[in-house]
């Protein structure tokens, strides 16, 4: 069987939120010539500026056979109960949060042919008012979490690739997520607490934290089963804080915007996964709670 085209997709996408990596892959769906349409608490249409091009994006109409969930960690459960009722018998969701994938409470409550995913991607993207940024240009590893998924592997690949591409497909996630979850652990809360850029953690200043963090991370890691070799992990957060040096975390601009963050998925799980294995995290921990106290402050 032939595969569809970009400019005939087998699944009709929608994407939750208006968040900055929902609308990049919005966005880059509408340019390759696929429907897309917005799933928001406050049902409207949205016009957006991307890249310097006015884009419409209408408002979902139900039911929804396939969905893009780039939603916060803590908001995905709230998220897909939200969506059960206008899904589809044979709806595919793909799940794309900071931190691990947290999918043991979401598995049960899906139909036997309803395909959960999960994404990790590396592209950068800052929201600004009505104007979406493409900031960093990444890539991204998809894994199938079910079944269902796997029968619709082809069809939800091309999609992602559109989105969020070039796309890697792997059986098992989790080494991918433990090297994105070390990186994030350094640059996320250390942008928010300095309130940075990630360039700015190229400075000699940070270097002792970055290195104390990340070897605290890669016990942790080498515990649960998905060892990272230090100085390669060292050598990569390197190469991400100078690749991305003008871009702001989205940790950074939820502490600007007085916004919950996911420290608890970031950070927090580090220091939870730790205290299974016995494994003192006095630097990660520190982080959290320093975080935790200036998301408090900003939010009262």
């Avoid at 049960?108 to 979406?132: C, E, M, N, R, Y």
């Avoid at 104390?212 to 390669?232: D, M, R, S």
């Avoid at 927090?268 to 959290?288: D, K, S, W």
Wanted: charged fraction near 10%; glycine fraction near 4%; charge should be neutral.
């Amino acid at each position: 069987m032939a595969q569809n085209s970009p400019a005939q997709p087998a699944l009709s996408w929608t994407v939750v939120g208006q968040g900055a990596i929902g609308l990049l892959a919005a966005s880059r769906f509408k340019l390759a010539g696929w429907p897309v349409q917005l799933w928001l608490r406050q049902p409207a249409p949205v016009d957006i500026c991307f890249n310097q091009q006015p884009l419409h994006f209408a408002y979902a109409t139900v039911p929804l056979t396939a969905v893009l969930i780039p939603v916060k960690s803590y908001a995905v459960l709230s998220a897909v109960q939200a969506l059960l009722p206008v899904l589809t018998p044979d709806a595919q969701l793909v799940l794309s949060h900071n931190g691990m994938a947290a999918t043991e409470h979401i598995l049960p409550l899906l139909g036997p042919a309803q395909g959960l995913w999960f994404i990790t991607t590396t592209h950068g993207a800052l929201k600004q008012d009505a104007t979406v940024h493409h900031t960093g240009q990444g890539q991204s590893v998809l894994a199938p979490l079910n079944a269902a998924a796997k029968n619709q592997h082809l069809a939800v690949q091309q999609a992602m690739d559109i989105a969020l591409g070039p796309v890697k497909l792997t059986d098992n996630i989790l080494p991918f997520l433990w090297h994105k979850l070390a990186i994030n652990a350094v640059i996320n809360p250390l942008t928010a607490l300095y309130n940075c850029n990630n360039g700015e953690l190229a400075k000699v200043q940070y270097q002792q934290q970055i290195n104390q963090i990340l070897t605290e991370v890669c016990q942790v890691a080498e515990a649960a089963g998905y060892p990272l070799q230090y100085e390669k992990m060292l050598e990569k957060v390197q190469q991400v804080i100078q690749s991305t040096a003008a871009n702001f975390s989205s940790m950074q601009q939820d502490i600007i915007h007085k916004r919950r963050t996911e420290i608890d998925a970031i950070n927090g799980y580090i220091v939870t996964q730790a205290a299974r294995y016995n494994i003192a995290m006095p630097f990660n921990t520190q982080l959290m709670q320093q975080v935790l106290q200036l998301q408090h402050r900003t939010r009262d």
